[in-house]
C-alpha cells in the first residue's frame, strides 16, 4: 500500500493564490456582518475603510468594483462617531459619498444592466434607513433608465411584499426616494400608501407634492382634497403647497391672499421671501419694516440675513447689519464666518467686514 504524502497547507501561500478582489471582500464582508475588530472603535474602522476604498479604485475589473463598492456601502451602519467628534463625522461621510460617486460613474457605462439591477435591488433591501445607499438611491436615475427604475421598483416591491422583513419600513422609505429622485409621482404614491396605509394628512400632502413637482396638477389637486383639518406642519406644507398649485392655475389673487395668511400663521424668513417675490414693491418693502420691527429680536437673525443676501437687499442688509453692530459680537465666530463668506461670494466685501471687525 502506498504512502499518502503529508501536504503542508501554508496560510501564506492560500493568500498569494486569493485576487485582490478576494482580499478585499473578505475584509468587507467581515464588516458588513459586524465580525471585524475594527468595528469597536470609529478612528480605527474609517482607517481600515479608506485603505480598502484604495484598493477597490486600483481594481481593473468593473464587475468587482462595484460589487466591492456595494459591499462596502453596507459597512456604514457600524460606525458610532462620538458626536463631538465633527471631523471624524464629516471624513467618514467624504469617504462614503466618494463611493456612492465612484458606484454611479461605474454603473452608467456597464454593459451588464441585470446585474446592476441585482445589486440595487439588494442594496434597497437590506438597508437600515438614514446611509449612504438613501443618496445613491436619490441618483439611481443618473444610471438606470426609466424603464429599469420600474423594473427596479416592482423587484422590491415583490421582495418585501413575499417575505416577513423585519426592515419593511426602511425598504418603503428608500422606494419613497427611488420615485422622488426619479421624480416618479406614481411609483410615490404607490409606496407612500404601503408606507402609510392610514394615508395620513402628511402622507397625502406627500403625494400631492409629488404630483405638483411632475405638473400633474389635477392629481396634485385630487390628494390634497384629501387632507382633512391640518395642524403645525402639516397645516404649513398643506398651505405652502396649495400657494403654488394656485399660481400654476393662475389664481394669482387667490394665491397671494393664501400666501399673506402663510406668512401671518408662520412668519419664517422662506415664507417671507416666497411672498416678497410676487407682491408690489411697496408691499415687499411694508412686509421687510414690520418684519424687522416686530419678528426679530435684538440678536442678529442669520436667516434674515441670508433672505436679504439672496433677494440682493444689500442697502437693507447694511442697515440691518449697522442697527445691529454690538449684536454681531455676541456671535457665534464660526457662523460669523459662514455669513462672510457668503457675502464675499456674492462680491459684497464691505458688508463680509461688517461681520469680521470685531
Known sequence: ?????KVWKSAALEDSNRSAADKIREVLLAVAKGQHPAIENA???YNLLAGQFEKIESLKEDREILEMLAWYLNCNAF???PESDEELATAVEELFADAVAFFAEKAKTFEDREYVKNLMHDLMVNSVGEDPRTELILSAHDFLSAEELQ??????LSTVQSHDLENENEIYMGLLDL?????DPQLYEKAAFLYDPDRSNKTNIDVANAYYLAEDI???NRFLAEVKNPTGSDEEEFLDLKIGILFKEEKKKEALELAEQLYEKFPKEYHLMSLCQVVSEKRKEELLDAHEQFRLNDSVNPDYVNMLATMNEFDRLS????ANASAIKKMDGQLREELAGRLESLNRKD???KFRKI
Open 1 to 5: 500500500m502506498t504512502k499518502q504524502k
Open 43 to 45: 478612528e480605527e474602522l
Open 79 to 81: 460606525f458610532e462617531i
Open 151 to 156: 423594473q427596479l421598483a416592482n423587484e422590491v
Open 179 to 183: 420615485a422622488d429622485g426619479a421624480n
Open 218 to 220: 389635477p392629481n396634485a
Open 319 to 322: 442697515k440691518y447689519l449697522d
Open 351 to 353: 458688508l463680509a467686514k
